[in-house]
């Protein structure tokens, strides 16, 4: 009795479903959920089904629309869609994220990786993440599969295209070198112009004073240059004035 009734009793786990087989009906159409439960021995046999989420690495070498080779890898995070559980069991068995996900992922990478030059790929990734979401978790449904997150890990160029996009580098850093030494060549031009026009402009002024004044205007320069002259040396501990008259030493006797 202990052994018959041991062998009739099955448990479901939490994050799990039953999937009901019996030997008249075949699979049954609903998922036995958490818990203790009965079956007819020998007549039904329970098979366990993981439903919690579960992460997945797929990596797939393709090429872009400009024919240039890119490994792309994808992080998914997928589980089955509860109730069609039983189904998924029918048609792909308990390994059903083994036998669906690397096949649709490379279809799917493929497809979108051909859609873009490899320049696209890399300015505009956000848009091509997208895409791949998209469409994987579309093919995905497909099969009875939930994917909750879907995100470009890794993506690498061939030799030849990272040597093409680092020559291109150096390039438009030479380009920008080159265009700041034009730059600063233009303005010591224009600054030297400024210079020229404002040295003209000067003596055109003390052309014209002179021809209206005569000498009094030099003489007025002239005072007012020995003025600076005077004052920038009265402020110099290193100068000695002597007076003009050879009498420097008689003016010294006690």
Same mark, same amino acid.
Not at 144 to 171: C, P
Not at 172 to 178: H, P, T
Not at 196 to 204: I, L, N, P, V
């Given at each position: 009795?202990?052994?018959?009734?041991?062998?009739?009793?099955?448990?479901?786990?939490?994050?799990?479903?039953?999937?009901?087989?019996?030997? @008249?009906?075949?699979?049954?159409?609903?998922?036995?959920?958490?818990?203790?439960?009965?079956?007819?021995?020998?007549?039904?046999?329970?098979?366990?089904?993981?439903?919690?989420?579960?992460?997945?690495?797929?990596?797939?070498?393709?090429?872009?629309?400009?024919?240039?080779?890119? /490994?792309?890898?994808?992080?998914?995070? *997928?589980?089955?869609?509860?109730?069609?559980?039983? *189904?998924?069991?029918? *048609?792909?068995?308990?390994?059903?994220?083994?036998?669906?996900?690397? *096949?649709?992922?490379?279809?799917?990478?493929?497809?979108?990786?051909?859609?873009? /030059?490899?320049?696209?790929?890399?300015?505009?990734?956000?848009?091509? &993440?997208?895409?791949?979401?998209? &469409?994987?978790?579309?093919?995905?449904?497909? @099969?009875?599969?939930?994917?909750?997150?879907?995100?470009?890990?890794?993506?690498?160029?061939?030799?030849? @295209?990272?040597?093409?996009?680092?020559?291109?580098?150096?390039?438009?850093?030479?380009?920008?070198?080159?265009? @700041?030494?034009?730059?600063?060549?233009?303005?010591?031009?224009?600054?030297?112009?400024?210079?020229?026009?404002?040295?003209?402009?000067?003596?055109?002024?003390?052309?014209?004073?002179?021809?209206?004044?005569?000498?009094?205007?030099?003489?007025?320069?002239?005072?007012?240059?020995?003025?600076?002259?005077?004052?920038?040396?009265?402020?110099?501990?290193?100068?000695?004035?002597?007076?003009?008259? &050879?009498?420097?030493?008689?003016?010294?006797?006690?």
């Amino acid at each position: 009795g202990a052994s018959v009734l041991q062998t009739s009793l099955y448990n479901v786990d939490g994050g799990e479903r039953a999937v009901i087989f019996d030997r @008249f009906r075949g699979v049954l159409p609903e998922p036995v959920g958490e818990g203790t439960h009965f079956r007819l021995p020998w007549v039904q046999t329970p098979h366990i089904m993981d439903i919690r989420t579960r992460p997945r690495t797929i990596s797939s070498v393709t090429g872009t629309k400009d024919l240039q080779m890119v /490994n792309m890898s994808l992080r998914i995070l *997928s589980k089955p869609d509860e109730p069609r559980v039983p *189904s998924i069991f029918k *048609s792909l068995g308990l390994d059903w994220d083994e036998r669906v996900l690397p *096949s649709i992922g490379n279809e799917v990478v493929k497809s979108v990786v051909a859609q873009y /030059n490899a320049e696209q790929l890399l300015t505009q990734r956000d848009r091509v &993440s997208r895409s791949v979401r998209e &469409s994987l978790m579309s093919r995905a449904a497909d @099969f009875g599969i939930i994917l909750e997150d879907v995100a470009i890990t890794h993506l690498s160029f061939g030799a030849e @295209f990272t040597k093409a996009v680092e020559s291109k580098q150096v390039a438009e850093q030479d380009a920008e070198r080159a265009k @700041f030494v034009v730059m600063l060549a233009e303005q010591e031009r224009n600054a030297q112009i400024i210079r020229a026009e404002g040295e003209s402009d000067a003596a055109r002024l003390v052309s014209e004073a002179t021809r209206a004044y005569g000498s009094s205007v030099i003489e007025l320069r002239r005072i007012e240059a020995c003025k600076d002259i005077a004052t920038t040396m009265s402020k110099s501990r290193n100068v000695v004035y002597l007076p003009h008259t &050879s009498n420097m030493l008689l003016n010294m006797a006690p």
